[in-house]
């Protein structure tokens, strides 16, 4: 078992940044891929990001390659989600997960055994 607890979320004006943290308990951190979805009003959940186990692979959403870097740092049990150039459209509800069964940055959400509470991240025009 795992707790993910997300942090960093707010409000931004087009064009600003984010960074999202979010700190894992337990030791067996370095042992979960970790994801970065989001939620917005009315929409299903939908994969952001992802990290392999030592970081050593990543995979972003189409609509946030170029401006969005995760990452991950596996000695504080912590994940992290850099957002650049953030649009409107980013407007959601953000949420870190921990898959303890794969070895890639899995899209679905099926995938993922544990989810954090989520944090709000507004992105005004």
């Known amino acids: 078992q795992v707790q993910l607890v997300e942090s960093g979320g707010g409000f931004v004006q087009a064009g600003g940044s984010l960074r999202l943290s979010c700190a894992a308990s337990g030791r067996t951190f370095s042992r979960y891929v970790m994801g970065w979805f989001r939620q917005a009003p009315g929409k299903e959940r939908e994969f952001v990001s992802a990290?392999?186990?030592?970081?050593?692979?990543?995979y972003y959403a189409d609509s946030v390659k170029g401006r969005f870097t995760i990452s991950r740092d596996n000695a504080k049990n912590t994940v992290y989600l850099q957002m650049n150039s953030l649009k409107p459209e980013d407007t959601a509800v953000y949420y870190c997960?921990?898959?303890?069964?794969?070895?890639?940055?899995?899209?679905?959400?099926?995938?993922?055994?544990?989810w954090g509470q989520g944090t709000q991240v507004t992105v005004s025009s």
């Open positions: 990290i392999t186990q030592s970081g050593r692979s990543t």
């Open positions: 997960a921990a898959d303890a069964s794969t070895y890639y940055g899995g899209r679905s959400p099926g995938l993922y055994d544990f």
